[in-house]
């Protein structure tokens, strides 16, 4: 498989929608979406890395499968808006490489590593 820019899956997912009368959903009914697909991430995790095994007759889902409906409803998100995620990505990296760069404990480069 290819690798995508956020560009691209936007335009992807904007050429999705738009076949649709309905077309996007509301801020409001958007972020409801983010908040259920949020809920079967935990769901998900719970079930791969906590006490709760899923039960026999429940669906088989995947952690990868809902990052993807995360990652589909955030560009739906974004899109809704004008938001441009890469943009949006920037400038959430330029705040943690200035704000937040000295707030976790750096990983030391081992001796001899930068030796050359």
């Excluded at 498989?1 to 649709?20: C, G, N, P």
């Excluded at 309905?22 to 409001?28: D, I, R």
């Excluded at 943690?96 to 976790?104: A, I, Q």
């Excluded at 030391?108 to 590593?113: C, P, V």
Aim: proline residues 2%; negative net charge; contains cysteine.
């Amino acid at each position: 498989m290819t690798e995508k820019s956020l560009a691209e899956m936007q335009r992807e997912v904007d050429a999705y929608i738009s076949q649709f009368k309905e077309g996007y959903f509301s801020p409001l009914a958007m972020l409801a979406r983010m908040s259920e697909e949020v809920g079967e991430l935990a769901r998900e995790v719970n079930h791969s890395y906590g006490e709760k095994p899923k039960k026999n007759d429940e669906a088989d889902n995947s952690i990868e499968l809902e990052l993807g409906d995360i990652l589909f409803i955030t560009i739906c998100f974004a899109n809704s808006l004008g938001i441009d995620l890469a943009e949006a990505h920037d400038k959430v990296m330029h705040k943690f490489n200035t704000r937040d760069k000295d707030r976790w404990t750096r990983i030391e480069a081992q001796s001899g590593e930068n030796d050359q």
